[in-house]
């Protein structure tokens, strides 16, 4: 049985390892200056910060039609015989429902839609995972176990340094980014029943980013081969030291740099970092 896999661009998987591993990628897009780009399809993370910086009023981001959805399972369908689609959060995004609709109108193929309740790296990881076990030619319900038994070892924690393009877009309430605001706090947010919510309330940046490396020691401690990824909204130089204090923290960990890029960068904003690690 052959199983495509396919995820959205919020995963933020390099190009040469969605090539290397055939996983097939469709493109949220942002709206700038009344223009649609597709996100690493024809705006990249770098490009998107600097362009934003012009802007009078922040971008907006719209998820893929059914019809894309459509479009690429109908091709897959051609020599697969199921399709596994990872998609970024159902609670801050439309795309999962997407493929479901798109899903029910394919013939010829059976598609397996999957919430990841998460985005970015975290999301990477469930799609490089599957994508390894269906090029092993595992069956759809084989990967999907292991999806979820990545999804039950996950954690990700992510401090916005503006909370105010979090509030603007719906994914954090008015009060909440009002009071962040207010007070200089640098919460810790992370990801509960697939919406973002506040872990805790910080003063500081290093302070929070401290916090988070207390919560990975906690797990890294139970001796577990973990992977991990580093997550900069355009902040590469610090995302490579705050990778080399790890690594001599916690040896046992696998750590990797990803990036915000331009749709959820277009929600977190410019010096966003963030942290994901789920079993290795």
């Not at 996950?154 to 962040?180: K, N, V």
């Not at 500081?204 to 081969?225: Q, S």
Request: proline share 4%.
């Amino acid at each position: 049985m052959k199983t495509a896999i396919v995820t959205d661009s919020t995963a933020y998987i390099p190009k040469e390892i969605r090539e290397e591993l055939n996983i097939y990628m469709i493109p949220l897009s942002v709206i700038m200056n009344g223009e649609t780009y597709e996100e690493e399809v024809d705006l990249f993370a770098d490009q998107f910060y600097e362009e934003v910086k012009q802007l009078d009023k922040l971008p907006t981001s719209s998820q893929p039609s059914t019809g894309k959805f459509l479009e690429l399972f109908e091709r897959l369908a051609k020599d697969h015989d199921a399709i596994i689609s990872i998609h970024l959060s159902s609670g801050i995004s439309g795309t999962y429902q997407g493929a479901v609709t798109a899903g029910t109108m394919v013939e010829g193929v059976k598609v397996y839609p999957y919430d990841s309740e998460i985005s970015c790296m975290a999301q990477g990881f469930y799609a490089i995972d599957a994508a390894k076990l269906a090029l092993e030619g595992k069956s759809p319900e084989e990967i999907l176990l292991r999806l979820n038994e990545l999804k039950a070892s996950t954690r990700a924690y992510f401090i916005a340094d503006d909370l105010s393009h979090l509030q603007r877009g719906g994914r954090l309430s008015s009060a909440q980014a009002m009071i962040g605001s207010l007070l200089k706090i640098k919460p810790v947010l992370h990801f509960v029943d697939k919406v973002i919510v506040p872990f805790e309330k910080i003063r500081t940046k290093k302070r929070a980013m401290n916090r988070i490396v207390e919560l990975i020691g906690e797990d890294a401690a139970k001796g577990i081969p973990l992977k991990a990824s580093i997550i900069h909204a355009n902040r590469e130089d610090e995302a490579k030291v705050w990778k080399s204090e790890l690594e001599k923290l916690y040896p046992n960990v696998e750590f990797s740099i990803s990036y915000f890029g331009p749709v959820i960068g277009t929600h977190i904003g410019e010096g966003g970092m963030g942290l994901t690690w789920m079993l290795k």
